[in-house]
């Protein structure tokens, strides 16, 4: 295991994702697999070096000695509640439905146009969405007139 790509800063910090899932070294190897990521450990966690981050990936379990009141639950496939999700930026959103959705990628849209931005999601297989979107070459001004109401 080569240490130096783990996020593990020598000064600062770093901001990973980690997602509460059904099986961890599936879904490294879906992550790795779909995005071109690496994994650098499989077992629990696994963790996927993902473009400039990271992802950590884990059972469900709890509570324990640092989250002493806390459980971690996989979402369920079939949930339609979101409490939060990935947001991958593109520099073009066209060829990376293409190449996600050939590698098995499920877009729950083609990309869509949502004025400041080219907007899809993917469902994964425990049920997140991930976010990809493009900024359009000129966005307004106000991004925030573009988005409203839009989300």
Known sequence: MDLS?????????????????????????YYAHIFGGKVLHEGH???????NTWLILNEGGGPTA???????????????????FLNIRVADIQQCYADWQARGAEFLTPPQDMGAEWRAYIKDPDGYIIEVGQMKPNPPA?????WDGKE
């Open 142 to 146: 106000t991004l925030s007139n573009t």
């Open 5 to 29: 790509e783990f996020p593990a800063p020598q000064e600062g910090f770093v901001i990973t994702q980690f997602l509460t899932v059904s099986d961890a070294v599936a879904s490294a190897k």
């Open 66 to 84: 640092d989250k002493p009141e806390y459980i971690l639950e996989a979402p369920t496939p079939d949930s339609r509640t979101v409490q939060s």
């Open 45 to 51: 966690p696994s963790f996927v070096k993902l473009a």
